[in-house]
């Protein structure tokens, strides 16, 4: 098995050709021939998960979010990402990542959350060219109102905590989503009908709602991590009888106290 073959299982899923311009999904560190003996899967290109990788003897490790994002301009293990990168050169291993790629096909980032709920009648918030965009719209399985609609979210994606903006009058029943940084398509949710938009990152004054919808914040972690299990299982589905593992080490880098 080598790192290319990989590579291609994970982009008939989500294709990298359709990753935004700012992203760095793909093959981040080695080769497409590199000889490949495990993959891990996880959230995050962490230290950890390269120590995990080693430890498993896996020598390629598959993420959603890209390792090297932005330009790196020393390499060193003073950071956390310089870290990573250093361990995993080390060891031979082969660093690959499905990033706005996967929050763009449907069974993505924004379709797992629209399974989490329940929604039926799912349609792409911001649709694109091939039947992919970002974001998801869709009806809650019964009308709620605004707290009732919190409390089911919140039940459903195991939250102990939720931003909302102030609640709406009336029933929610339309729902718009965006796993991850979502705040640029308030909009495209408030045309849609949606009642309640629901993703991550959402700052201070983006929570000035339009009238009639009901912003809600679950954060970028609780947003987008059943990716994970996509990912594996599209690995798993292609490759049965390989080595393939789901992290047991994925952390959410944001604590609530």
């Given amino acids: 098995m080598?790192?290319?073959d990989i590579a291609r299982a994970v982009e008939a899923f989500a294709p990298g050709s359709i990753q935004e311009d700012w992203d760095?999904?793909?093959l981040i560190i080695g080769s497409p021939e590199d000889e490949i003996h495990g993959v891990l899967v996880g959230f995050d290109c962490t230290p950890e998960l390269v120590e995990e990788a080693?430890?498993?003897?896996?020598?390629?490790?598959?993420?959603?979010?890209?390792?090297?994002?932005?330009?790196?301009?020393?390499?060193?293990?003073s950071d956390p990402v310089g870290e990573a990168i250093i361990w995993a050169v080390r060891n031979g291993i082969a660093v690959y990542a499905a990033h706005t790629n996967?929050?763009?096909?449907?069974?993505?980032?924004?379709?797992?959350?629209?399974?989490?709920l329940g929604l039926t009648g799912v349609e792409i918030l911001v649709p694109e060219e091939g039947g992919t965009g970002l974001g998801v719209v869709g009806l809650l399985p019964r009308p709620m109102?605004?707290?009732?609609?919190?409390?089911?979210?919140?039940?459903r994606f195991s939250l102990s905590v939720a931003r909302i903006s102030a609640p709406i009058e009336g029933e929610i029943r339309k729902v718009a989503l965006c796993g991850g940084s979502g705040a640029d398509f308030i909009g495209d949710a408030a045309?849609?009908?949606?009642?309640?938009?629901?993703?991550?990152?959402?700052?201070?004054?983006r929570f000035f709602a339009p009238k009639g919808m009901m912003i809600m914040d679950i954060g970028h972690f609780e947003s987008e991590i059943d990716i994970v299990d996509i990912l594996y299982s599209t690995i798993r589905?292609?490759?049965?009888?390989?080595?393939?593992?789901?992290?047991?080490?994925?952390?959410?880098?944001?604590?609530?106290?």
């Fill in 191 to 205: 045309r849609s009908g949606a009642q309640l938009y629901i993703s991550a990152d959402i700052s201070y004054h």
């Fill in 24 to 26: 760095n999904s793909g």
């Fill in 102 to 116: 996967a929050d763009k096909v449907p069974e993505g980032v924004s379709g797992a959350m629209a399974l989490r």
């Fill in 237 to 257: 589905k292609n490759f049965p009888n390989f080595a393939v593992r789901k992290s047991g080490r994925m952390m959410n880098p944001v604590h609530y106290v």
């Fill in 54 to 77: 080693v430890e498993t003897g896996c020598n390629m490790i598959v993420t959603h979010h890209p390792l090297i994002f932005k330009g790196v301009r020393r390499l060193n293990d």
């Fill in 2 to 4: 080598r790192a290319g």
């Fill in 145 to 155: 109102t605004a707290m009732e609609a919190v409390r089911y979210v919140k039940e």
